[in-house]
């Protein structure tokens, strides 16, 4: 067995297929106040494997998300932002005596979304639309006794996703549909998401809040992809966070668990808060497992064009 340290362009995971879905455990919701609030977020990654085989690769961040959520009054609310939904970068390389393979892929599905809601006191309906677009590019590179062959494969994604949300109290449903084409030089191939029901309970207890989300991803007709139940369960006291997730890729056979802990540090008169999180991930397949370590920092400021009453 080798144990090694590699910086990766994304999960070895992402290999063959839709890749890694980014936007689990997300909903529609806006959780605002009476002010503005602008976010932008950062997350690299970074990986250690281990498997008796030899992989590679190289540094890569997420790529930057900002979002903005501004009241409108009578109770509304809208907003816009960017998102990373699959990611389908990847950076391998396998050696198996005489046949050294090179497996580099770059790229992916980003997401772009506007939302209103109506907030009331106990909570809050929303609505979310989505526009997905990307592209992605392949090279595998078989080398076997002096001989040398290159495949390559480019693919090109456009698609749309809408969800739906109540939030009422300690208690949130949200429901989440959706499609995508995928074009090749020779194909076009038309893929309908799969839909995602996401429910979620808070409770207030020692003295900081309690989370509870469970999700729901189905698929209409695929076989090469599975149906997945994922859950999360987090606590939140004053400035510190920690959850745990159990998420299921739509590839079979492949399972992850993460721990991400979370601290906030609040800026200069209440104008905002410095997030900074630490995600610990395990992945596992067949004999092949996958830590991932995810530092992040997201920079929140509320009220940049709202002006304070005295």
């Known amino acids: 067995m080798i144990i090694l340290i590699a910086l990766y362009t994304a999960s070895v995971f992402s290999l063959n297929g839709l890749g890694e879905d980014m936007s689990v455990f997300r909903s529609p919701f806006t959780n605002i106040g009476k002010s503005t609030i602008i976010s932008i977020r ?8 281990n498997q008796g085989s030899d992989f590679r690769g190289i540094f890569w961040t997420h790529p930057f998300q900002f979002s903005l959520t501004a009241p409108v009054g009578k109770g509304f609310a809208i907003g816009f932002g960017n998102l990373e939904r699959f990611d389908q970068s ?3 390389y396998f050696q198996e005596d005489a046949l050294n393979i090179y497996l580099d892929g770059d790229g992916g599905v980003d997401e772009l979304y506007g939302c209103v809601a109506k907030v ?50 300690f208690f949130s449903a949200s429901f989440e549909l959706g499609d ?51 859950l999360k369960l987090g606590f939140f006291k004053k400035r510190t966070g920690i959850s745990y997730h159990f998420n299921p890729w739509y590839m ?26 630490l995600e610990c991930l395990l992945r596992h397949k067949d004999d092949l497992y996958e830590w991932s370590i995810s530092p992040g920092i997201r920079l929140t400021i509320r009220e940049l064009f709202a002006r304070r009453r005295k």
């Open 42 to 49: 950062m997350k690299p990654e970074f990986t250690i494997l």
């Open 90 to 92: 990847f950076d391998v």
């Open 120 to 169: 009331f006191p106990a909570g809050e309906v929303a609505l979310r639309g989505s526009y997905l677009f990307g592209n992605a590019a392949e090279i595998w590179q078989y080398t076997m006794s002096g001989y040398q062959l290159i495949d390559t494969f480019d693919y090109s994604y456009e698609g749309k996703v809408l969800n739906i949300g109540l939030r009422v109290m």
């Open 180 to 230: 995508m084409t995928v074009e090749t030089p020779s194909t076009d191939t038309s893929i309908t998401l799969p839909s995602r029901l996401s429910l979620g309970l808070t409770h207030d207890m020692f003295g900081g809040r309690a989370n509870l989300v469970f999700e729901r991803s189905f698929w209409p007709e695929h076989d090469d992809y599975q149906d997945c139940n994922r």
């Open 252 to 277: 079979r056979g492949i399972t992850e668990h993460g721990i991400t802990f979370d601290y906030h540090l609040p800026l200069m008169r209440g104008a905002g808060t410095v997030a900074l999180q």
